[in-house]
């Protein structure tokens, strides 16, 4: 088997999800065993014209952004969206909650127009992805369960089952009954509920369950003391698009 | 506390097999010949099912296709469907995979003999049928008439074509075969596989039909049949259902109070009935 | 029910007094013996099952622990295999058999356990769950219903000592130690302390279900025989979200899934398996992507009979305990005792129609 | 002598984010020469608007995975200064070891994994694995310890959890808060020792240029100014922090989407190097130690050795964390839950120093407790103007260099000020200045 080449490209992002590969110190040098890194714009200067996985961090949000994904696409044999911003639109797609020209003119004033700016996309929404690592920042184990998969050419196992799930395996108090919010009943697995791990609530950074059931959610925080305005405002911190 | 004094079993340890021939059936079918070490024998009944493993790609249920008199040797025919099949396709001739079985009840060829058999095979359903149809083609004499329906979605899809050759010339058996979506090349009959079942003349009370075959075909099939005027009870179909343990345990499988792995995969159609979510 | 019948059913056994600190002693003595598994507090509402590493820590006026007790028995995760792709060979974890006492167990959780035995045992009996549960001895506690328990609903008295060897019922600063087998007396001989009863400490009461089951646990099976179909299940589908939670702290559910994983040398790895539940989205999801319980009321319907009908027409026994997990835990708020009440209702108004 | 020059370096590699470096010469005359920052704007004083105060540093977090830190905490001093939320001294205790530790690990990162390469005259960091593998593994060793510090105290490196207004949702035990102070003494200051004799034998190679600025910096009489303090600025002194507009005086520029910064001068600079030119006396004696090493003496006005003064950070951010954790454990920890009840409602400030230099959020918020009106001013951004005016110095001085040179120089130079243009490009409320 010879070693894959892989690349990773970032769009509109705070590169939280390339600085937690980094962070992957303890494991990095057992990764470039397996794999040839030939295009990491944070961390090294080489640019390659082909490569077998493309790793793709941050949301579709500029004219040129487009451009950019479909050339990546046509050099890249398997395409992985990493992280909120490029799997669901994450942070970013808040704005799409607000008029284009508001969201411009409150930040920019009256240089609105020096930038431009589209609604923002997940990366699905131009090309086609071919896997997804979800999380804010992405879960580092399921980054390396889908490189591992690939590198074994097999197809990676992803959860589509709730936080709820990994947070009772761990025996963690419920955030809900502790009178906090909490988004983990609806939202994707597979961050080993980390955050209600650490005493915070669940703020759904992983994008939702397929078939969730939206009304019963927002009743479900009614009855846990938040009105509908503020339980669909706050689900959709990370999910502005899932939720439309 | 009493003592839990049980036989224990070690529900969970594959057999590692060898791949002893592959032969490719279509684009995405593949038929497998596998030896167990040790010329062991598998000792299956026709309709029961193993599951195949392969380390790091998992588990799949897999219907054992070809004749307990083909022993020691067993053949499973596989689609690609995903993780554990892909890979299996990858596989040659002296690769190793795991097994454990032979799970399932199997068809009770015994309630069988003396009676004619119609076999309704969609798309890889026959390969399932094809080890009730090799164990009935073996013992011939024991068995009416012989009528099998084939139906897939392309001529290209068409399982086991040397098979199907040797059925078309044997004079004891009567095949149709009818393809949903039929290139410029295909001469045969054309439709789903509920629209052979009208024409067919059959002593109802005296045959017995099995249905093997992608979920949402059940539905027109039993009510084909039905239309025939076959009696439920001489009507039997395989289910198919996710398994991750293939021995009663994991759940996944359930049909209201059933385990498909343990119950079936073989059912009694009149006991599919009272199964509410089965078809 | 009367103090009477606690009496009559506890006065058989012969008993001692603990008080605190006998009892914390006999904590102690106890982790001579094995691992101890005993509730202890987590956060500021909740308790856990954990290995006692100093007697003072362990909490006996708990309501119920998050994960039931079958996390000693089926853990959360598990490795099944440890596999070489290269070679193809694998090994089997050892699992130990080193005694392991349970202290302060609920009697709802005890028969939990009996429970998962049967489910276990019955068809292929399964080693890893089975050489789990050897050398295992239980010493019950009785326990304040809160709103949630209901176990007497579904035929599990607060002391009922099946299971026990030992059977602790507060008293005055202390326990009241009923030896309910042979086993139990051992124990008490060897630790050699406790005192006579006296009867200023033997007033025995049970205390009440505030949560219940408006038929009796006879005629459940009976209603679920005609319930199938009944408008609740579409109305539960309504509040639920599928989180999966009650399921998962359910003392007897006990399907799984499982996967392999590798590790990054992509060559060893290990095949696990891990708690599942049927209110998940893809549990019952089959190739080519059809789900024959694709909505939240059948995922419930099939939850609830796995509970009241399915096993117990084979088992004969309820295989729910009534410890009140599932709805204690939902994080909306459903009931269990709510939708088989429910039930019953609508199975009461369908018994009128047919009269009319 | 060259007449004409024409540089467009498209998306600088090895920084934060997307930038391009333009330089046009043409006849001798400098035309351009800039830093333009192409990353697409974000819009976070937008997204803010009408957010709970309990989720405003969730996202605030997000503007940037390098400083999520920093920002965090920038963006909760706000919201508590608003809202008049009181923290105990063990949050704050909590706090500062969390500061020291990004301060650690992104100081780490740039110097050794994103800079270094340039003085080794390779690409990467990749190569240096065969070559250094002795130095690569002790820096890996050292971010693993940063980390640690975030993972424990706030549950993650990027994007912390744990970190709330009015405090923290959980507390690190004292057995893993002592387990982590062994690791840094046994392991974290060995490793930086090495690592500082390593970069020593390259500082040589640290292009030689200087241009003296304004240097702007978090500055207070206690200590080192990195968790909080006054604004300071090393031409006119001390400034509180709700005088912050007062210095930024942001603008805009068309060649950016990260706004523009200047005070008393065309620009100024801030970032480990202005720490360390208005507060190296409160440096603790090991960072003292590693100045000395390294060469570095207050002032100085290479913005190169920016880098230098991040390694000397390093070594002050060991030491301090190590005292930090004494202090709150000779102290006892105590189970304390967030304070999360307003006491009024309002503006507020927070200010922090983040490895890449004073950072400014300004809150504003209405009686129930939800977000009005949003400012961020970002390191980066008040570093923008004068990587033009270094620029502008720099290429006269090394014209008659090969353009691969210069284009190398000059990415040097961008790459010295540690920019992270992904934090750059939002801002409120400008004062257009033509
Ligand atoms: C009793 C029995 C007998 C069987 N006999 C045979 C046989 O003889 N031959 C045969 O080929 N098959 C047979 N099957 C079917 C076979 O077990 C399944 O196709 C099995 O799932 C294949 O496993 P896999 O790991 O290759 O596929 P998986 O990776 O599990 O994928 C299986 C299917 O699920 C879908 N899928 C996978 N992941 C997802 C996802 N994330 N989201 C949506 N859909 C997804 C795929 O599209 C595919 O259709 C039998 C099944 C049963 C129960
Ligand atoms: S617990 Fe929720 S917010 Fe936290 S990492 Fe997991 S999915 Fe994201
Ligand atoms: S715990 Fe409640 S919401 Fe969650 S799946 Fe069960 S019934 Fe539904
Ligand atoms: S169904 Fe609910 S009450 Fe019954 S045993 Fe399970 S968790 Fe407990």
């Not at chain 4, 002790?138 to 706030?154: F, P, V």
Request: proline share 4%; glycine share 6%; with cysteine.
């Amino acid at each position: 088997m010879s070693k894959p080449k892989i690349a990773f490209f970032d769009f509109t992002s705070c590169e939280g999800c390339q600085l937690n590969k980094l962070n992957l110190e303890n494991d990095l040098l057992d990764l470039l065993e397996l794999v040839d890194i030939v295009e990491f714009r944070e961390a090294m200067d080489d640019k390659a014209d082909e490569y077998d996985i493309a790793f793709i961090e941050g949301s579709i949000s500029t004219p040129t952004c487009i451009t950019r994904i479909h050339d990546i696409r046509r050099r890249t044999k398997i395409l992985v969206a990493l992280g909120a911003c490029a799997v669901q639109g994450g942070i970013n797609a808040i704005k799409n909650q607000h008029s284009a020209d508001w969201v411009k003119e409150t930040v920019y004033g009256e240089d609105k127009y020096l930038f431009p700016s589209i609604p923002v996309q997940p990366i699905s929404a131009v090309v086609k992805v071919d896997y997804e690592v979800r999380g804010c920042p992405m879960s580092t184990p399921e980054f390396l369960h889908v490189l591992k998969s690939l590198i074994l050419n097999r197809k990676p196992e992803i959860f589509d089952h709730a936080v709820c799930v990994e947070c009772k395996l761990k025996e963690n108090e419920c955030v809900l009954d502790k009178g906090m919010f909490c988004l983990g009943p609806i939202t994707r697995a597979g961050c080993d509920a980390i955050c209600p791990t650490f005493g915070q609530y669940c703020t759904g950074c992983r994008g939702v369950v397929s078939n969730i059931n939206k009304n019963g959610a927002v009743e479900m925080l009614k009855q846990h003391g938040f009105s509908t305005k503020e339980a669909l405002n706050r689900m959709k911190m990370f999910c502005t698009l899932e939720l439309e | 506390m009493e003592n839990l004094i049980f036989e224990k079993k070690d529900l969970y340890n594959p057999i590692i097999s060898t791949i002893t021939n592959v032969e490719q059936l279509t684009d995405t079918e593949k038929r497998f010949e596998i030896a167990l070490p040790e010329n062991q024998i598998l000792n299956h009944k026709p309709g029961q099912f193993v599951q195949v493993s392969i380390f790091g790609f998992g588990e799949a249920p897999i219907s054992i296709s070809s004749s307990p008199t083909k022993s020691p040797l067993f053949d499973l025919t596989v689609r690609n469907a995903g993780r554990l099949t892909d890979k299996m396709h990858r596989l040659t001739v002296g690769s190793q995979l795991g097994v454990r079985g032979p799970f399932g009840n199997g068809f009770e060829v015994n309630n069988f003999k003396g009676k004619d058999i119609l076999f309704v095979c969609g798309g890889i359903g026959l390969a399932p049928t094809k080890s009730l149809i090799d164990y009935v083609l073996a013992n011939r004499n024991d068995f009416g008439r012989v009528v099998i329906l084939y139906g897939t979605k392309s001529p290209s899809e068409i399982l086991f074509s040397d098979e199907i050759e040797k059925w078309k010339k044997d004079k004891s058996v009567e095949l149709e075969i009818s393809i949903d979506r039929p290139d410029e090349n295909w001469k045969g009959k054309v439709g789903v596989i509920t629209t052979l079942i009208p024409p067919l003349k059959l002593d109802v009370a005296n045959t017995i039909a099995t249905i093997v075959g992608p979920p949402v075909m059940y539905k027109f099939v039993l009510m084909a049949l039905k239309g025939k005027r076959v009696p439920d009870e001489n009507i039997y179909l395989s289910l198919e259902r996710r398994m991750k343990c293939g021995v009663g345990k994991c759940g996944h499988c359930q049909i209201n109070d059933t385990y498909v792995c343990q119950d079936g995969p073989v059912f009694h159609y009149p006991r599919v009935k009272e199964l509410k979510e089965a078809v | 029910m009367s103090s009477t019948d606690v009496k009559s059913r506890l006065e058989s056994f012969n008993c001692y007094y603990f008080d605190k600190d006998v009892t914390q002693k006999f904590i102690s003595f106890l982790m001579k013996k094995g691992d101890v598994i005993a509730p202890h507090k987590t956060g500021e509402l909740s308790y856990k099952y954990e290995i006692v590493s100093d007697a003072t820590e362990v909490v006996l006026n708990y309501s119920r622990t998050i994960l039931p007790l079958k996390k000693a028995f089926m853990p959360p995760r598990e490795t099944l295999i440890n596999f070489n792709i290269k070679n193809n060979q694998y090994t089997k974890p050892q699992i130990s058999t080193e005694p392991k006492i349970f202290f302060g167990i609920h009697s709802y959780e005890m028969q939990s356990i009996k429970r998962l035995d049967y489910s276990f045992i019955t068809g292929l009996p399964e080693s890893n769950y089975l050489t789990r549960r050897e050398n295992c001895k239980f010493i019950g506690v009785a326990y304040k219903p809160d709103e949630w328990h209901f176990a007497g609903s579904v035929g599990i008295d607060i002391n009922e000592t099946d299971g026990f060897c030992l059977y602790f019922y507060p008293a005055k600063n202390g326990y009241i130690v009923f030896e309910i087998t042979d086993e139990g007396k051992n124990l008490l001989d060897e630790f050699g302390e406790g005192s006579e009863v006296t009867d200023e400490y033997l007033k025995l009461n049970e205390d009440k279900f505030q949560a219940k089951i408006k038929f009796h646990h006879n005629r459940i099976p009976e209603i679920f025989t005609h319930v199938y179909n009944s408008k609740v299940w579409e109305d539960v589908a309504q509040k639920c979200v599928g989180c999966g939670t009650c399921n998962l702290l359910c003392s007897t559910c006990y399907c799984y899934d499982v996967h392999d994983e590798i590790e990054l040398d992509v060559e060893n790895g290990q095949r696990d398996r891990f708690w599942d539940g049927c209110m998940l989205n893809k549990f019952a999801e089959v190739a080519g992507g059809e789900n024959f319980r694709d909505n939240l009321g059948s995922r419930n319907r099939h939850r609830l009979y796995r509970k009241f009908k399915y096993i117990t027409n084979q088992s004969d026994k309820l295989h729910c305990v009534g410890c009140g997990r599932c709805s204690r835990y939902c994080p909306a708020n459903i009931s269990l005792v709510e939708i088989v009440n429910d039930l019953i209702d609508d199975y009461t108004k369908q018994q009128q129609k047919e009269i009319l | 002598m060259r007449k004409n020059l024409d540089i467009d370096v498209h998306h600088l590699t090895r920084v934060e984010g997307h930038g391009n470096i333009v330089v046009n010469m043409k006849e001798g005359v400098l035309e351009k020469a800039q830093l333009e920052i192409v990353e697409a704007p974000r819009f976070f004083e937008a997204i803010l608007k009408g957010r709970n105060f309990h989720e405003v540093a969730i996202i605030t977090s997000r503007i940037c995975g390098i400083c999520s830190l920093g920002h965090q905490l920038t963006s909760l001093k706000a919201t508590e200064d608003a809202l008049g939320l009181d923290i105990t001294r063990q949050t704050e205790l909590l706090r500062r070891i969390l500061v020291d530790g990004a301060t650690f690990q992104s100081n780490t990162l740039h110097s050794l994994f994103l800079a270094a390469p340039d003085y080794l005259d390779v690409g990467s960091v990749f190569p240096l694995i065969n070559t250094h593998k002795d130095v690569v593994l002790a820096a890996l060793r050292l971010k693993r310890i940063a980390n640690e510090i975030g993972e424990l105290i706030s549950g993650r490196a990027v994007h912390p959890i744990a970190c709330v207004p009015g405090g923290f949702t959980q507390i690190p035990s004292a057995k893993n808060l002592l387990a982590l102070k062994n690791k840094l003494v046994n392991e974290a200051i060995p490793d930086a020792e090495f690592i500082v004799d390593v970069i020593a034998s390259l500082v040589e190679k640290i292009p030689v240029f200087s241009r003296e600025t304004e240097y702007i910096s978090v500055k207070s009489e206690k200590e080192y100014g990195l968790y909080d303090g006054d604004i300071y600025s090393s031409d006119s002194g001390s400034y509180k922090v709700n005088q912050y507009l007062e210095i930024t005086n942001e603008f805009v520029v068309p060649h950016s989407s990260g706004k523009h910064a200047k005070f008393n001068r065309s620009s100024y600079m801030v970032g480990a190097l202005a720490r360390f030119n208005n507060s190296h006396n409160q440096l603790n004696p090991l960072a003292k130690a590693a100045a000395e090493k390294l060469g570095l003496k207050a002032p100085n006005y290479n913005p190169y050795m920016n880098t230098i003064a991040q390694v000397v950070e390093i070594a002050h951010c060991i030491a301090s964390s190590i005292e930090l954790i004494d202090t709150l454990l000779d102290e006892g920890l105590k189970n304390e839950k967030p304070n999360q009840e307003p006491t009024k409602y309002g503006r507020g400030f927070g200010l922090t120093e983040v490895p890449r230099g004073i950072l400014f959020h300004d809150y504003t918020y209405n009686k129930q407790g939800k977000i009005e009106k949003v400012n961020c001013v970002i390191p980066t951004g008040q570093n923008l103007a004068n990587i033009d005016d270094d620029m502008k110095k720099l290429v006269p001085e090394i014209i008659e260099e090969t353009k691969e040179q210069i284009t190398h120089k000059l990415e040097m130079l961008v790459r010295a000020y540690d920019p992270c243009i992904s934090c750059s490009v939002h801002v409120l409320n400008v004062e257009f200045i033509e």
